[in-house]
């Protein structure tokens, strides 16, 4: 999981799909239960409508960490808790401090994963929906949003209408400190801009909601309350370790990651 020089800062996971189908593990931090999950007979599962888990995982869908999953990599070690707290931790491509993280991962007791492909979510597109306060706001957007430039020349557009957008769904390779494996989930408009901290609410109406909640109700809908599986790898081929290689690899602070990998998580190292 610890990085090392030679590997890539960051991944372009377009390409990295080119070599093959990957898996992506969200850690819940809370015990597994039935009643928020259902297991179908071919090990997919899909989330019930009343889970006690949807509001938690609807809020952190924008940016949502992830885990890669390789074939050599032990599938619980996506369960440690490495308390990562700010942007410091991100990975800048040079050798990691070992003492800088001490008492950094601990394995969460209560916890499962729930894991899903990559090509089930990159590119996958989106809708949503926003009102504009004025005129000049729906002018500078009227060329991503259905409807809203007809109503700008025909001058039907109220501040009050719904106007309908779509976006898409990105992986991004963002590694940390202790781990090299780590990508988010992002939710990108047509316009380029992302969507960030969205709030649950529960009871609200699809019609009346904002462009952030429109946009991740639709992801957790069409995407991520199905299609995955629990603690489980369902991807059977692995990627070739030599597609994160920049072609520098130092092979000293190779063993020096290897080493903290062992110290830290107590397990065979998975960086190879």
């Not at 509001?55 to 619980?76: A, C, Q, V, W």
């Not at 109503?151 to 991004?172: A, C, E, P, Q, W």
């Not at 939710?187 to 946009?215: A, I």
């Amino acid at each position: 999981m610890v990085p090392y020089t030679g590997l890539i800062r960051e991944v372009n996971v377009d390409n990295l799909l080119e070599c093959g189908d990957f898996a992506l593990a969200r850690r819940i931090d809370k015990p597994f239960s039935s009643k928020d999950i259902k297991i179908f007979s071919d090990g997919s599962g899909i989330v019930t409508h009343d889970a006690s888990l949807i509001s938690d995982l609807f809020e952190h869908t924008p940016n949502m960490s992830m885990t890669m999953l390789r074939k050599e990599y032990p599938i619980y070690t996506a369960m440690y808790d490495l308390h990562m707290k700010s942007s410091d931790d991100d990975w800048n491509g040079g050798g990691v401090k070992p003492w800088k993280y001490r008492n950094k991962a601990r394995k969460v007791r209560d916890c499962f994963l729930m894991v899903y492909k990559a090509t089930c979510l990159h590119g996958m597109p989106s809708k949503y929906q926003t009102r504009f306060e004025n005129l000049k706001e729906a002018q500078d957007k009227q060329e991503y949003y259905e409807m809203l430039k007809d109503d700008i020349v025909t001058s039907n557009f109220k501040k009050s209408n719904f106007y309908k957008g779509t976006g898409h769904i990105s992986l991004r390779h963002s590694p940390t400190a202790l781990n090299y494996w780590h990508y988010e989930l992002v939710l990108v408009k047509t316009d380029g801009d992302t969507v960030r901290n969205v709030k649950y609410e529960k009871d609200k109406k699809p019609e009346q909601m904002n462009l952030k909640q429109s946009f991740v109700n639709y992801v957790w809908n069409a995407y991520l309350c199905k299609n995955f599986w629990v603690n489980n790898n369902p991807c059977k081929d692995d990627i070739p370790m030599s597609c994160f290689f920049d072609k520098r690899v130092c092979n000293f602070k190779r063993q020096i990651a290897e080493g903290m990998n062992k110290c830290m998580f107590s397990i065979v190292p998975i960086v190879y």
